[in-house]
């Protein structure tokens, strides 16, 4: 008995993709060939889904697709891959703190801009073009 498939646009809605995203992602390797019913369509079982919606989450925590590619590689070859996801989630907790770092100095670089602007409107000193940059220093 065949386990029950289910079309493309079906899998898209199953798992929150689009059918655009589901055909990159064969494209990739990140999803076997899909078996095709007898009118050509594509049809994806229950492992298929299961995978799609790993792809998904995994998307929604950052990682890419080729960090997504390797830890289905290390599954598929029966290895536990959730050292290397705990890695890879570690990096981009990583490069979360470091942009949070930069925005925080950017703000107060910008608050000082416009600070700066305000004072300089303020006594009356004109620019050449803005005072919100001419007058940031």
């Known amino acids: 008995m065949k386990d029950h498939t289910v079309t493309i646009g079906e899998a898209a809605a199953r798992t929150g993709l ?3 995203a589901i055909r990159l992602y064969e ?14 369509y594509r049809t994806y079982g229950a ?3 299961a995978v799609l919606s790993f792809i998904r989450q995994a998307r929604n925590l950052g ?12 599954q ?3 290895e536990q891959p959730c050292s290397t996801v705990l890695e890879l989630l570690n990096e981009r907790i990583a490069n979360i703190d470091r942009t949070m770092t ?9 608050t000082t801009a416009r600070a700066g602007a305000s004072d300089a409107a303020r006594s009356g000193r ?11 220093a």
Do not use: W, Y
């Not at 494209?27 to 050509?40: H, I, K, V």
């Not at 930069?102 to 910008?110: F, G, S, Y």
């Open 63 to 74: 990682l890419r697709l080729d960090e997504i590619g390797r830890v289905l590689e290390l």
């Open 102 to 110: 930069d925005l925080r100095a950017l703000r107060k670089v910008m």
């Open 27 to 40: 494209r990739r390797g990140l999803l076997g060939a899909p078996e095709r019913n007898q009118s050509g």
């Open 18 to 20: 689009t059918a655009k």
């Open 47 to 49: 492992n298929d889904l």
């Open 76 to 78: 598929r070859s029966n």
């Open 126 to 136: 004109t620019a050449v073009i803005c005072k919100l940059i001419e007058f940031s």
